[in-house]
């Protein structure tokens, strides 16, 4: 998938079009094929780029890292770093129910590459991981991260992890285990908040444009993206009026 999006050019003083690189890729189609666990998480990875400097990110590389890679070769792109919405081992790499998953220091070993964290979240992504800080870029939300001409602001939204971050890429917006078609991310699991859920939803991606478009971190809803306006009209947890009715919900 290739987005056009309208960008400053500053040597001329007027906006010229760059052609983003994006791509969704969905584990247990896409890559990691052959892995039955892959295909029941349905994790989302996705590539971001620039097609003109050929640079791209990785959003939430595992589960098949070569397999990954190799989209990014297919395509003539090199990558320039790695994105993290949340530490989870299912998008990051490690252990969980027992299972083994490949993730970040899988990737770092086969490139040389920085992996972008959010502060809060970077001492999880230590643990579980084993990734040290020369590893990592600290982020606090609305920090930008330039690829080639492309510019991707990371967004703090807390709730499903205590540096739980979303990526948005002018009118895209990779959204990880905070926001998914008809749901939200799970508030119950060790770092989880339901207040700051609540207001990551409503105060930080509720004010994004009705016309950004959403992609997931998980394929968990009737259809593979959606647009933060149906997610207002027609998600649930979007719409709830008061924290407590959010509470009383969750």
Not at 190 to 202: E, F
Not at 212 to 221: C, D, E, M, Q, W
Request: glycine share 10%; charged share 20%; net charge negative.
């Amino acid at each position: 998938m290739f987005l056009s999006e309208r960008e400053p050019n500053f040597k001329k003083g007027e906006a010229h079009i760059v052609p983003i690189y994006f791509r969704q890729l969905l584990a247990g189609r896409d890559f990691a094929s052959g892995d039955p666990f892959a295909s029941q998480m349905a994790n989302f990875i996705y590539l971001i780029g620039d097609t003109e400097t050929r640079k791209c990110v990785v959003v939430d590389p595992a589960w098949d890292i070569q397999g990954i890679l190799d989209y990014v070769r297919n395509d003539d792109m090199k990558l320039i770093g790695a994105l993290v919405t949340h530490y989870h081992p299912d998008h990051v790499g490690g252990t969980i129910f027992g299972y083994s998953i490949k993730g970040l220091t899988d990737l770092l070993a086969s490139a040389s590459v920085k992996c972008h964290v959010n502060e809060e979240e970077a001492e999880g992504l230590k643990i579980v991981t084993g990734l040290s800080n020369s590893d990592m870029v600290k982020h606090r939300g609305g920090d930008i991260i330039p690829v080639g001409a492309v510019s991707i602001t990371a967004l703090h939204t807390p709730g499903h992890t205590p540096g739980s971050q979303c990526f948005l890429v002018n009118s895209t917006l990779v959204s990880g285990d905070t926001l998914f078609i008809g749901g939200c991310g799970r508030v119950d699991l060790p770092g989880g908040d339901s207040r700051q859920m609540y207001y990551s939803l409503t105060q930080v991606l509720g004010n994004l444009p009705d016309e950004v478009a959403l992609f997931p971190g998980h394929n968990y809803g009737s259809r593979m993206s959606s647009t933060m306006g149906d997610e207002k009209r027609e998600n649930r947890f979007m719409r709830m009026k008061s924290l407590n009715d959010w509470l009383s919900l969750m």
